[in-house]
Structure formats: C-alpha cells, structure tokens
C-alpha cells in the first residue's frame, strides 16, 4: 500500500524559472493538501482540492502559485517565475474524506531550493 | 499572528523518563487539535488527536491533555524511547471548515537519550 509519492524529492530552479511539483495521493484519497514549510517555521496551509476542483485555496500567495488535481493523474502544484524567497520545504498530504476524522497522510516532500 | 505556538524548540530527555511537549493556542474557535511526528526528510506523521469536548486522550505510550480555559494543550509519551526522537508539531483547527485545514506550531525537537 503506497503511501502520498510526492516528486521530486529535490528541485534546484534558478530565480525566473517555473517549478513544478507532483503528489500522487494514497490509492483511494480524493482529498489533496498542500503545505509549505520555511526554513525554522511550522508548515502553513496553502490549498485543498478535491478531483477537478479547488475548494480552498486561502493560503495560497495570489500571483505565481497554482495547483490542480486532475481527474486523472498526480495533483500538480505550479511555481512560475521562482524567487529565492520561494525555497521552502513543500509537503503533500491526502485523505480518504474532509471530516477531522480523517487524519491527514504527508509525502515525504520536495525540497526546493532557487538560486 | 503565530495563533499555535511551542515555545520550546528543543527538549532533551532520558530514556524511560517522561517526556512532556506543550504547545498554546491563541485562537477560541479551535475544536480540534492533533499532534504530528516528523523524522528528518521526511514528512509528518499523525499521532493523537483530542476534541475540545475531552480533556484527555490517551492511546499507548501516547497521552494529550487539553486545559481549554488556559488554551494550552501537551503530549506526555511515557516511557520515553531513543525512537521517539524527532520534531514534534502541535496542530489545530475549527469546526466551522469541516477540513482537514490545519495551522501548525513551528515544532519541538525531542531528543531522547539512551
């Protein structure tokens, strides 16, 4: 039973380029989250969507950043035009539901670095 | 606005003994709190949660209190194991959301010796 595959592990960009950054959710989850976690702080909430739709995306700063999860295939979280402030650790996480009572299941991240 | 906070950023405990993690809440609308693992290059675990309608949740090793007039909440893991030692997050959230929306302290790194 795979676990959230989030790839890459590691992504180097140079400030200007796109990033791009893929999460295939456990088998079964239609719920995908995605956090952000930079240099010395918690991880901060940036987007939910269920398949085809975005239900909330509150924390998600509102130019260069996007995300989609397809009907099929991995959800995908779009960085254009990297900064360095952009570096941060960016974890997935899915759940079979939206209850509390679904605890969330975290990837092991991708850790991207702008230079 | 840090509305969850740990303001320890690192305990260090003896093996066996008692580890105690706290963390406080600023925010009343919280209901729900939930409390994360996480090894290094790797992404977070749940662990125990508690609804603001117990004070107490207890699973194994694992027990989280919740003293709600006080908004504070912590993790008692007894006996404390070497593989216990990892970053451990304190999270939060409110009803009116119905989501898995979490806002997460910034974490306290325990260590726990042999």
């Known amino acids: 039973n795979a676990g959230v595959m989030q790839n890459p592990r590691h992504l180097v960009r140079r400030r200007g380029q796109e990033a791009r950054l893929r999460c295939s959710p456990v088998?079964?989850?239609?719920?995908v989250y995605w956090y952000r976690q930079l240099p010395e702080e918690g991880l901060k909430f940036m987007v939910y969507?269920?398949?085809?739709?975005?239900?909330?995306e509150s924390g998600m700063p509102k130019e260069r950043f996007s995300a989609e999860f397809p009907k099929e295939g991995p959800s995908i979280l779009r960085i254009q035009q990297v900064v360095r402030g952009d570096s941060a650790a960016y974890f997935c996480?899915?759940?079979?539901?939206?209850?509390?009572?679904?605890?969330?299941?975290f990837g092991n991240g991708t850790r991207l670095t702008v230079t | 606005d840090q509305q969850v906070k740990q303001n320890s950023p690192s305990l260090s405990v003896q093996e066996g003994r008692i580890s105690i993690l706290n963390c406080d809440y600023t925010?009343?609308?919280?209901?729900?709190f939930l409390w994360y693992k996480k090894y290094p290059a790797e992404g977070p675990t749940f662990l125990i949660s508690?609804?603001?309608?117990?004070d107490k949740n207890e699973d194994g090793r694992f027990t989280v209190f919740l003293n709600k007039s006080a908004k504070h909440l912590s993790l008692h893991i007894v006996p404390s194991q070497p593989g216990d030692s990892a970053v451990y997050f304190c999270?939060?959230?409110?009803?009116?959301?119905?989501?898995?929306?979490?806002?997460f302290g910034t974490g306290t790194l325990l260590a726990v010796q042999p």
């Open positions: 996480a899915s759940s079979p539901g939206q209850g509390r009572t679904s605890p969330l299941h």
């Open positions: 088998k079964g989850h239609s719920h």
């Open positions: 508690i609804s603001s309608i117990k």
């Open positions: 969507l269920q398949k085809e739709n975005i239900i909330d």
């Open positions: 925010n009343s609308m919280f209901d729900y």
């Open positions: 999270a939060a959230s409110v009803s009116s959301g119905a989501t898995n929306k979490l806002i």
